[in-house]
């Protein structure tokens, strides 16, 4: 009896042992994860956005040929851009009458299209014109982006500029730069006896302007990045060069500071507060600032050297200029103060005209390099130097408002030749000319408008 | 020495019970498998290896090649007979659908919309006061309301015929041909019925057959890359990585829409997500080895541009 009853308990005692075992082996088995494939894509395949902008469409025939007109800009604008490729009308195979009704993406799939932009125009009872926008993504089949927009029927291309932008920021991840100006040097006459205004024109050309009538020599035209002013260097009679402040509204015009030598290379600082520029004494330059309010002037460099072209960093707390402190001009970074001078280009050759970006990431130059006039960039402490363009003669960059594109002004040698401005994106390509009446140089980009 | 054979026998069961009441916290090797593999030479080879096998020696292989073998046969009839299905059906199914989605609802619907825009225009009116001299004045448009109803038909079906395709009658058909091509005869209902839903149960679930050859991930990666065009001149681009998860159809085209799994904000993002889901969409569908659906049914797609900015 005692017997069997051991007998029962070391089965027991067995059976429990091999269910543990058991329970322990299963649960040591690995269990197969549920192992997902993943792969990296490293490698793109960098093309313009096809993008189909049928136009808009328009109650009235003024409407829709109005409706027209702001399409072809929106489609220009792109085009221009580099960074999209508008589809040609004829391939459409859907024609838009209804914005408020989505499209038949199936229709604009076959053509290729990955974006849309269907719109409306509208003049309202108070002579205002009303323009909607919708931005499709074709593929997804939904939509991206949508506004509207209220205003006077004259001012129907700045409407168009303003949705380029939003097309362009809501598909880029960057703001748009469409709805900008821009001042530069219309330069016309014999090579050798040049009349030079001061012109002004919407960034794709239009309505183009004159600030100055030829009379006295204008250079260097900078845009302020919070008013509608341009600050440049005028002959304005006198013997000697001087920084000048010139409202575009109002085409009131004053001499910037009281100095006795001439004063040179102006620009603003970010907050539109002030103006940095080269006084010349002697042989020698150094770079000033002056408050627009109190007119006060503050000199950041003492040096026996010429220290020229400076221009604030977007946050105001660093300037770049060029000097030929180190034998060569050369580029440097200093604090806002003047302190902390420190070199930052050592490349081979010669550079000048650094401008800060917008965006605050790189800065570009011109170069001097084996007989040649390059335009580059450079990270803010010299490194990751990159040429965008070269040729006889290339120079005066200036930074579209997002930091993405740099338009410049290239010199063709010989009889004929003279400066032309050109644009010509971060990343090297879409080098394009951009269309003047005459001779242009120094370019100055303004801010977006709004 | 009973006694000590109780002791014995009571010491190895607390000892395996503790030993099991430990396994759980010792688990520290869930990784990943398929990071390590796009490095790992050697697996190609013993694919090609695992494949040549299967080829000469028809009677060993029991359980595991050999539902692989029959699902290829299978699998390639089943996707050949889909493709013509797919060719010649659809029609008739997005028809019946088409109108009733497309042509009446947005009738129905678009008076709402209407409506709710004009509610919401008033604003912008007044807004106007606050623009410039030039009197701009922007207001979002009611984004979802007329958008959505048309989109979705246009979607639906494609999924939807898909699945029936799989489990249609013809089926059957596919089983006798897979019946009559193999000798043995269980397996190839064996092998044949869950090599698509449900891997084989015997052996590791996820042998090698199931997994993709360095090559094979490497003709997907070719298949998405051309269609992807990011945003590189954004500031701070080479950031912007963007992880998709896939859910494919035995026809290599998606079952529904990416999921983007990387969480970010702002326009870049945005942009960067975007351009990621448009890439995916508009290189479907993809060729992939059909006896592998298991494998690539659900997949992660990292878009990472560090390299295309080269630093």
């Known amino acids: 009896m005692p017997q069997s009853k051991i007998g029962v308990f070391q089965r027991l005692i067995a059976r429990a042992a091999l269910l543990l075992l058991t329970a322990a082996a299963v649960q040591a088995w690995p269990t197969p994860a549920r192992a997902l494939i993943e792969i990296d894509i490293t490698r793109g395949n960098i093309q313009p956005l096809p993008i189909a902008i049928p136009e808009f469409v328009g109650a009235s025939s003024e409407d829709a040929q109005m409706g027209a007109d702001i399409a072809n800009v929106i489609q220009a604008n792109l085009f221009r851009s580099g960074l999209f490729a508008p589809i040609d009308r004829s391939a459409f195979i859907e024609k838009i009458g209804d914005i408020d009704a989505a499209p038949r993406f199936g229709d604009w799939r076959i053509i290729n299209a990955q974006a849309l932009v269907t719109g409306r125009v509208a003049r309202q009872g108070d002579g205002r014109l009303r323009t909607e926008f919708r931005l499709w993504d074709v593929l997804a089949g939904q939509q991206m982006a949508g506004q509207q927009f209220y205003t006077t029927p004259e001012n129907w291309r700045r409407v168009a500029h303003v949705i380029s932008d939003a097309i362009y920021q809501r598909l880029t991840g960057e703001s748009g730069y469409f709805d900008t100006r821009i001042v530069f040097i219309d330069e016309t006459g014999p090579k050798d006896a040049r009349v030079k205004r001061l012109a002004i024109m919407d960034q794709d050309g239009a309505n183009l302007s004159y600030l100055t009538n030829g009379s006295d020599l204008v250079l260097t035209p900078r845009f302020s990045p919070t008013s509608q002013e341009v600050t440049y260097m005028s002959y304005g009679g006198g013997a000697e060069p001087r920084v000048y402040l010139y409202n575009i509204e109002t085409g009131q015009r004053e001499i910037v500071g009281d100095f006795p030598g001439m004063t040179f290379a102006p620009r603003f600082s970010p907050d539109g507060q002030r103006i940095i520029m080269s006084l010349q004494s002697g042989g020698n330059a150094n770079i000033y600032t002056m408050d627009l309010r109190s007119r006060r002037t503050t000199r950041l460099t003492n040096s026996a050297s010429i220290d020229t072209a400076p221009s604030y960093s977007p946050d105001g707390q660093r300037i770049t200029f060029e000097s030929d402190r180190g034998g060569s001009q050369q580029i440097y970074v200093m604090n806002a103060d003047g302190s902390n001078q420190q070199r930052v280009s050592f490349g081979e050759g010669s550079y000048s005209t650094p401008v800060w970006s917008s965006r605050g990431d790189l800065i570009a130059f011109t170069k001097r390099y084996a007989g040649r006039f390059l335009i580059g960039i450079m990270r803010p402490d010299g490194s990751g130097e990159r040429i965008l363009t070269e040729g006889f003669h290339n120079e005066g960059p200036t930074w579209a408002p997002n930091g993405r594109v740099i338009m410049f002004f290239r010199d063709v040698p010989g009889e004929g030749g003279g400066p032309k401005l050109w644009s010509v994106d971060l990343t090297g390509y879409n080098e394009r000319q951009i269309d003047t009446p005459s001779f242009a140089s120094d370019p100055a980009w303004s801010p977006l408008i709004n | ?311």
């Not at chain 2, 028809?58 to 050949?80: H, L, M, R, Y």
């Not at chain 2, 269980?186 to 090559?215: K, N, T, Y």
């Not at chain 2, 998860?245 to 998606?254: I, S």
């Open chain 2, 1 to 311: 020495m009973r006694i000590s054979l109780v002791i014995s026998a009571l010491v190895h069961v607390a000892i395996i019970g503790l030993g099991s009441l430990a396994f759980p916290v010792a688990r520290p090797f869930e990784v990943e498998p398929m990071k390590v593999l796009p490095v790992d030479i050697v697996e190609a080879s013993e694919l090609t290896r695992l494949k040549a096998g299967v080829k000469d020696a028809e009677e060993k292989e029991a359980e595991t090649p050999k539902p692989g073998e029959a699902q290829k046969a299978e699998d390639a009839e089943k996707t050949n007979e889909r493709k013509r299905m797919a060719a010649l059906p659809p029609p008739p199914p997005p028809q019946p659908e088409a109108p009733k989605a497309a042509t009446p609802p947005p009738l129905a619907q678009r008076p709402q919309p209407r409506a709710q825009e004009k509610k919401s225009e008033p604003e912008p009116v007044p807004a106007k006061a606050e623009a410039e001299p030039k009197e701009m004045s922007d207001n979002e448009l009611k984004k979802e309301p007329p958008p959505l109803p048309p989109v979705r038909p246009a979607h639906v079906p494609r999924p939807a015929l898909q699945p029936k395709a799989d489990k249609e009658p013809n089926f059957d058909a596919d089983r006798i041909a897979a019946l009559l091509n193999k000798i043995p005869t269980d397996q190839a209902p064996a092998g044949g019925q869950p090599a698509v839903p449900e891997p084989p149960s015997a052996g590791d679930p996820r042998g090698l057959d199931a997994r993709m050859s360095l090559s094979e991930l490497d003709a997907l990666r070719a298949q998405i890359s051309p269609c992807w065009s990011p945003p590189i001149g954004v500031q701070g681009a080479a950031d912007l990585v963007v992880q998709l998860r896939l859910a494919l159809n035995t026809d290599g085209t998606l079952t529904r829409p990416p999921e983007i799994l990387t969480s970010g904000s702002g326009l870049a993002f945005l942009a960067a997500a975007d351009s990621a889901r448009r890439a995916v969409l508009r290189c479907q569908p993809y060729e992939l080895p059909a006896e592998k659906y298991d494998a690539w049914r659900d997949i992660k797609v990292n878009f990472d541009p560090r390299e295309m900015l080269g630093g």
